[in-house]
């Protein structure tokens, strides 16, 4: 027979796909197989995109994600670790991270290959959520800030400038007031989703810090944080501008058109634009100063851990969390999840130059970057109790049950002897 070129390349041709398919299945035995448990439950779209970058930068790993439910995905994980049955990878709220170090055998973050270099793609103010003992144990995830939210056409239909925010909490008062008595609506709702992180972000903000620099007492109850959050239960029960109907009802109202002012984090952005389309125009703020303090806000949302105990699945959590922290998947995850970037300058991405071309409200939090500063960690393994302290102890303000100069220290005092009774 003769040989031409074009059979010489079938023949290669055959024998490439020959090789190919017995290639496959070592392959798939030399792939690498994690599990990633994450709460992105409302973002998994936008999520399983940026993991099939991750597949496609790295063929040898495959990461399986696990939607949790927010509430419980910190105790399923210490849970799992007890068996030692662990994820590799978990996303846990960032206030939480001491615990699940103490309690669940995370894994150092610079122990890899690359001793944590990918940790500097990362703002650096933002990382010292996973210091603990000097050494990094958790990665920002889906970073929020809090904002203040409004409805253009409430404002203008009180007699305010539908394009201005309020600057300030004497400002949020009196354009509440004006609000309540010209249009006859809720002007204001403070979201507490979170449990515990809207009192932080109002005590923090009012000069407060939450707790001892060694985590053993909580130290909120200030003259400024009592003041706050004196002005918390004014709003509610003397001036009555805040809505005291449940966290679930103030959201519908809202989104409804039929509240004033949203105060709640900059993760509720994107929904906000998708739930409200065709109903209200809403403007983006910064969230609002107290007397002459600076802005200083503590960051909701999460952060990244590794407790995975298998040597070859921790490299492939590491290769994961490498990929995760690269500043253009940082930025794009930013706009299309409603979180905030975590770059140190994000704006060198091009992407999220023309996404803030596209909306300039995101520039609001992109700016506010500079005034978060990172959330109290509880220690030990009862935070939920903590927060259920916290939370109760607003409750308790909007009921009109005492003076903020009572329920706050009371509250401080049940934090401290939580913290000391926790192991």
Do not use: C
């Amino acid at each position: 027979m003769t040989v031409t070129p074009f059979t010489t390349i079938g023949r290669r041709a055959t024998l490439g796909a020959g090789l190919a398919t017995l290639a496959a299945p070592a392959l798939a035995q030399a792939r690498t197989e994690i599990s990633f448990w994450h709460y992105q439950t409302a973002n998994v779209p936008a999520l399983r995109e940026v993991l099939a970058g991750f597949h496609e930068a790295h063929p040898e790993v495959r990461v399986t994600d696990v939607p949790k439910d927010v509430g419980t995905i910190a105790t399923e994980v210490q849970a799992a670790a007890l068996a030692r049955r662990p994820p590799d990878v978990g996303q846990i709220l960032a206030r939480l991270t001491v615990g699940l170090v103490r309690n669940a055998g995370a894994v150092p973050l610079d122990s890899g290959e690359d001793r944590g270099a990918f940790l500097n793609n990362v703002l650096p103010r933002f990382r010292e959520v996973g210091i603990l003992d000097g050494k990094p144990y958790a990665v920002p995830h889906s970073f929020g800030t809090p904002l203040i939210y409004w409805n253009k056409a409430i404002f203008a239909a009180a007699g305010l400038d539908p394009d201005r925010a309020p600057a300030n909490w004497d400002e949020v008062v009196a354009m509440g007031l004006q609000i309540r008595e010209r249009t006859g609506r809720f002007a204001l709702f403070i979201s507490q989703a979170g449990r515990d992180v809207a009192q932080q972000q109002m005590m923090v903000n009012a000069g407060a810090t939450m707790l001892s620099p060694d985590l053993t007492r909580a130290t909120f109850a200030t003259p400024g944080a009592i003041a706050a959050m004196q002005l918390w239960q004014d709003m509610a029960v003397t001036h009555r501008i805040h809505s005291t109907l449940s966290e679930r009802e103030q959201t519908t109202l809202w989104l409804s058109g039929q509240i004033g002012m949203f105060q709640g984090s900059v993760a509720s952005f994107q929904g906000f634009l998708r739930d409200t389309a065709g109903r209200f125009e809403f403007g983006v703020g910064h969230y609002p100063l107290w007397k002459d303090q600076p802005r200083r806000v503590p960051n909701s949302g999460s952060a990244l851990m590794i407790f995975s105990q298998n040597p070859q699945r921790r490299a492939a959590a590491f290769k994961l969390l490498a990929y995760l922290m690269r500043p253009e998947v940082t930025s794009r995850w930013s706009w299309t999840s409603g979180y905030l970037p975590l770059a140190p300058n994000p704006l060198a991405d091009a992407s999220l130059r023309d996404y803030l071309e596209r909306e300039p409200r995101w520039r609001v939090p992109v700016a506010q970057m500079q005034d978060t500063v990172i959330t109290a960690r509880w220690p030990g393994n009862r935070v939920v109790e903590i927060q259920i302290v916290l939370e109760n102890m607003v409750q308790a303000l909007m009921q009109g049950t005492g003076p903020a100069a009572t329920l706050v220290p009371r509250a401080e005092a049940e934090v401290t002897r939580i913290i000391a009774e926790s192991r």
